[in-house]
T-cell receptor, first 114, second 114 residues
């Protein structure tokens, strides 16, 4: 069965370190998204991609970057981790094309920045 | 800009009672609408989606939602709550800017009392 996976599931890091969160999907979807989820803020879009070599900023992109070198993967990098980036991060994908707007979510990565 | 409003951050019902979770959207044209469920420590799972084919949409686990254009609403219902329905529920809308992004509501936590 097709799926979307995230790794690691839990990560503790120190302020100032670079961190990369992995996202891998086997749906062969063109579109991939990164969100963060915090109490009181719901889901906020960080970055998204509509295909290989395409990346776009979401509403909370400062301090984050992504790259899309193949269809399956969209890693999220925190260039210099800050305590404000402690959060749960979700990756999602969608197929694209007319009507295929529903997104499928990974299990999440809980990141703690100390 | 389009938005989604979920009334009530917490809803509590007794087991066996009707579940009603409210969602209102802002849009000048019929949008694509979604309901997702999130169980503790998991990613979001698609419950159902509205794509203009029918105003009453049936989803998984006995949930359904009715699209009412006159009220710009897409409320989620289930006739009889089960303990396993306790989770957070998110309404989402696809913005009419031809993108594949989704705009999520702030979520409603459903508590089911025995």
């Amino acid at each position: 069965d097709a799926e979307i996976t995230q790794s690691p599931r839990h990560k503790i890091t120190e302020t100032g370190r670079q961190v990369t969160l992995a996202c891998h999907q086997t749906w062969n979807h063109n579109n991939m998204f990164w969100y963060r989820q915090d109490l009181g803020h719901g889901l906020r879009l960080i970055h998204y991609s509509y295909g290989v070599q395409d990346t776009n900023k979401g509403e909370v992109s400062d301090g984050y970057s992504v790259s899309r070198s193949n269809t399956e993967d969209l890693p999220l990098t925190l260039e210099s981790a800050a305590s404000s980036q402690t959060s749960v991060y979700f990756c999602a994908s969608s197929g694209g094309g007319a009507g295929n707007y529903e997104q499928y979510f990974g299990p999440g990565t809980r990141l703690t920045v100390t | 800009a389009q938005s989604v409003t979920q009334l009530g951050s917490h809803v509590s019902v007794s087991e066996g009672a009707l579940v009603l979770l409210r969602c209102n959207y802002s849009s000048s044209v019929p949008p694509y609408l979604f309901w997702y469920v999130q169980y503790p420590n998991q990613g979001l799972q698609l419950l159902l989606k509205y794509t203009s084919a029918a105003t009453l949409v049936k989803g998984i686990n006995g949930f359904e939602a009715e699209f009412k254009k006159s009220e710009t609403s897409f409320h989620l219902t289930k006739p009889s709550a089960h303990m396993s329905d306790a989770a957070e529920y998110f309404c989402a809308v696809r913005p009419m800017d031809s993108s594949y992004k989704l705009i999520f509501g702030s979520g409603t936590r459903l508590l089911v009392r025995p």
